[in-house]
């Protein structure tokens, strides 16, 4: 029993000292606990929490950082895809297309309701008068109005503008917001009024205002549209797109933007200018099938003409005959043009008051135009009743209406030439006089017109006289290969209105736009006999009529030597520069710049360095000589220093020892006045130059012979 009391013990103590062992290290471990183990665990819970909470904020920001990384990149990429080209371009098919639609559909509308009126009003010709006259009154002078309080900018073509605006020519407000609100409605108010203005002119400002609006805001998503060789292009573009979008003839309206409106035009905006004119020219046909004004996206005044024989070459000589009567048509029209703005401009009093009175011109405009256009008078015997449009589609026509003898109303709108009692030459003839020098003097008139329509319809009311006749001549047509070929004055009026609307514009793409006009190219050899016979007159003879409106304005643009002007080429600069130039030289005296000013009456002179080098340091303004030589050798200051120099000797003492009162000067020279850059001049030589001014000042005034000077020189 003992020894096994004894080992128990051994035991029990060995079990005792392991587990103090333990104890201590798990005390030296982890610490001495004293608080109970649901207190422990509660405070080691909120240890963990905000390790926890950290961890989970990191892992969001970790995915949030990815997630706005990824929508920087898609951002980017469309931002990207945004600012390029083509969807710059399809905006701006798109607007244009919509707002020639809208502006074609609302002058439509008031066509239609001034016809409407003049119609229902039938049996009362006084009231008649009155609707003809009032109502395109009443929208000239509103349209007049709107531009002079909204945009002045708007009046006019915008051609002209737009030809110096791309020359590098600020013009400031003409491709502003509010110029494209001035130029849309009242345009839209002018075409509706059924007077002889156009609207390619205006509609090409109208494209260019968009353009240029359109890139600022595309500049948000590409930094290309800012630049300015950029701009240039974006112009050039609006111009394509303005022209193909007002007639829906996107290949002629590219070649005409670049005919007009470019000196030089880059290679790579052929492709943005045929994209957009072409999607806007389809938009726009588009809107007309969908109104129901076409059945079909076909030509705006599409012909019938025959293709197997549209004519003959004995017909040839009588097409270039258009063609020099076009040429020098056009270029009467051009000079007559400039000639009633002159006129008025030399009449101050005439000018003063017109000014003052804006409302008084394109009135008395309209209300003689509508007069002399009045159906039941004197527009009997000149289609008066016919609107532009109308007169184009019925001046196009397969009917030879000299030969005509059935029912007039069988012609529909070409009705309207054939009177019972007057022949249809006098009539064209008629038409094309009146309707010329209303032309003329409607598109002076201060509201947004164009001078490409009315001219277009003189040129077709022109051939079409040209074709009348020439079916008159030849009744029974032209034979050949055994069968008889009917001559069609139709195809004269297509070539009259695209040699005379070349003439006056000097370009060659009215050709192609009258072949998409009219849907028909059977007639390209003659027209572009005619067109190029048209030009080669009319640009021997006076400028474009853009260009003239220029001269008239005096915008700041150098135009082109024609093809007539070759001896030009040959003159250099030192042909026209003045030979004997007046000059001031750095050393030059008083004397010798008072010499200068009173032999010459030049603003500015030239400074050189010396007479013998004629090194050019600048130039100097004559109010600065005057100003400088009235400062130093005026009467007045040689009086103040007479005074002040007597004034000196009197208080000077005498020492009985002076020779003379000029003894004791230092011996003066003829000082030279020096001309001095005032961004070179540094304070050193500022103070060398006053010192030595106060030392002459100082001698000047010590001087007894200074009174004697003085009487000499005045």
């Known amino acids: 029993m003992p020894f096994h009391f004894n080992a128990t013990c051994e035991g029990i103590f060995v079990l005792h000292l392991h587990f103090a062992l333990c104890c201590f290290l798990l005390l030296q471990l982890y610490g001495q606990y004293t608080d109970q183990i649901t207190d422990f665990a509660e405070k080691e819970a909120n240890n963990e929490r905000p390790l926890k909470r950290e961890s989970q904020v990191e892992i969001k920001e970790e995915r949030y950082s990815k997630c706005q990384d990824c929508a920087r990149r898609i951002q980017k990429y469309v931002t990207r895809k945004l600012g390029e080209d083509w969807i710059f371009l399809v905006l701006l098919g798109l607007v244009m297309a919509l707002v020639s639609w809208g502006m074609d559909y609302a002058s439509a509308k008031s066509l239609q309701a001034y016809k409407w009126m003049y119609r229902e009003l039938h049996p009362n010709v ?180 025959r293709m197997d024989f549209p004519f003959d070459l004995q017909e040839l000589p009588a097409f270039a005959v258009i063609g020099i009567c076009s040429g020098f048509l056009g270029a009467f029209f051009v000079y007559i ?66 030969k005509y003898t059935g029912d007039p109303q069988i012609l529909g709108k070409s009705a309207a030439w054939i009177h019972p009692k007057v022949s249809v030459f006098i009539i064209i003839l008629l038409f094309f006089l009146m309707k010329f020098w209303m032309s003329v003097i409607a598109t002076t008139m201060p509201i947004p017109c164009g001078g490409f329509m009315p001219v277009f319809v003189l040129g077709a009311a022109f051939g079409r006289l040209i074709g009348e006749i020439m079916a008159s001549l030849f009744p029974e047509g032209i034979l050949f290969d055994g069968i008889v070929y009917k001559i069609l004055p139709g195809g004269y009026a297509v070539i009259g209105a695209a040699a005379l609307t070349g003439a006056v514009s000097h370009t060659v793409s009215t050709a192609v736009i009258c072949f998409e006009l009219t849907g028909q190219i059977s007639h390209i050899l003659p027209m572009m006999v005619a067109v190029i016979l048209a030009n080669m007159v009319a640009q021997s003879l006076q400028p474009s009529l853009y260009d003239s409106i220029i001269q008239v304005k005096k915008l700041p643009y150098l135009p082109d030597l024609g093809w007539n002007h070759i001896s030009k080429y040959n003159i250099f600069v030192e042909d026209i520069m003045v030979q004997d130039v007046k000059f001031v030289s750095s050393n030059c005296k008083y004397r010798d710049l008072q010499t200068l000013l009173q032999s010459t009456t030049v603003k500015t002179l030239p400074l050189v360095d010396s007479p013998e080098t004629m090194i050019l340091l600048g130039s100097v303004e004559r109010s600065d000589l005057q100003a400088l030589l009235q400062r130093h050798i005026s009467p007045e200051r040689r009086r103040c220093l007479k005074r002040q120099m007597q004034q000196k000797l009197a208080e000077a003492p005498y020492d009985g020892h002076s020779k003379g009162s000029g003894a004791m000067l230092p011996k003066l020279k003829h000082e030279s006045f020096v001309y001095v850059d005032e961004d070179d001049d540094t304070d050193e030589k500022a103070e060398v130059r006053e010192k030595k001014r106060d030392c002459i000042i100082d001698c000047l005034r010590s001087s007894k012979t200074f009174g004697k000077t003085e009487k000499e020189m005045t």
């Open 126 to 305: 006084p009231l008649q008068y009155l609707v003809w006259v009032a109502y395109p009154l009443v929208l000239i002078l509103f349209a007049a109005i709107f531009c002079h309080l909204v945009s002045p900018q708007a009046v006019g073509s915008g051609i002209p503008e737009l030809k110096t605006i791309m020359r590098g020519v600020v013009l400031k407000e003409y491709l502003t917001l509010q110029a494209f609100v001035a130029k849309v409605v009242g345009l839209t108010a002018g075409l509706g009024s059924g007077m002889p203005v156009g609207k390619e002119g205006p509609f090409v400002h109208i494209a260019s205002i968009c353009a240029a609006v359109l890139s600022k805001f595309m500049s948000i998503f590409c930094g290309v549209y800012e630049q300015p060789y950029y701009y240039t292009d974006v112009l050039t573009v609006g111009c394509a797109v303005g022209v193909g979008c007002c007639f829906g003839t996107p290949l002629g309206g590219v070649l005409f933007s670049i005919e007009v409106t470019s000196t030089y035009f880059a290679v790579r905006n052929y492709w943005r200018g045929f994209f957009a004119a072409t999607f806007s020219a389809f938009i726009f046909r588009v809107l007309a099938v969908w109104n129901k004004d076409a059945v079909t996206i076909t030509a705006l005044f599409r012909t019938n003409f």
């Open 337 to 402: 043009n400039r000639q009633v703005v002159l006129c008025i401009r030399r009449l101050t009093a005439l000018s003063q008051f017109l000014t003052k009175y804006f409302l008084i011109y394109p009135g008395f405009i309209t209300f003689l135009i509508a007069s002399l256009t009045f159906p039941p008078g004197f527009g009997q015997f000149m289609a008066g009743e016919l609107m532009p449009r109308e007169a184009i589609s019925s001046l196009f026509d397969n009917y030879t209406w000299a």
